[in-house]
């Protein structure tokens, strides 16, 4: 089984960077589509970035020009480097690996197929 472990969450002041992290173990890399999703507290799930096996990146719409994400297919590990933190952005981080969620008439719907990682707190106080 895949194995995923994040690390580089904690606590920041608005406007401050965080790095985040997530390695794989256990599984194939290159030809694995990797993402970051997050849930704040009370709310649904909500699409960060994805970094596709290919290269290709996107972005939910409330973190582009903040956030980026990157990978390292050496270390089989993927990044998401958070700029200019907003409170709104307090949640927890889950890593995705080849998973995905969606939300479906105020429901979050979570890939049949696919790994997540154990989540990081990451607090924004302004």
């Known amino acids: 089984a895949v194995q995923l472990v994040e690390s580089g969450g904690g606590s920041v002041q608005a406007g401050g960077p965080l790095r985040l992290s997530c390695t794989a173990s256990g599984g194939t890399w290159d030809d694995v589509d990797m993402g970051w999703y997050r849930q704040a507290y009370g709310n649904e799930c909500e699409l960060v970035s994805i970094?596709?096996?290919?290269?290709?990146?996107s972005y939910g719409d409330s973190v582009k020009g903040r956030f980026t994400i990157s990978r390292d297919n050496a270390k089989n590990s993927v990044y998401l480097q958070m700029n200019s933190l907003k409170v709104e952005d307090t949640a927890v981080y889950y890593c995705a690996y080849d998973a995905s969620c969606t939300v479906v008439s105020g429901t979050s719907i979570y890939s049949p197929l696919g790994y997540w990682g154990q989540g990081t707190q990451v607090t924004v106080s302004s």
């Open positions: 970094i596709k096996s290919d290269g290709t990146i």
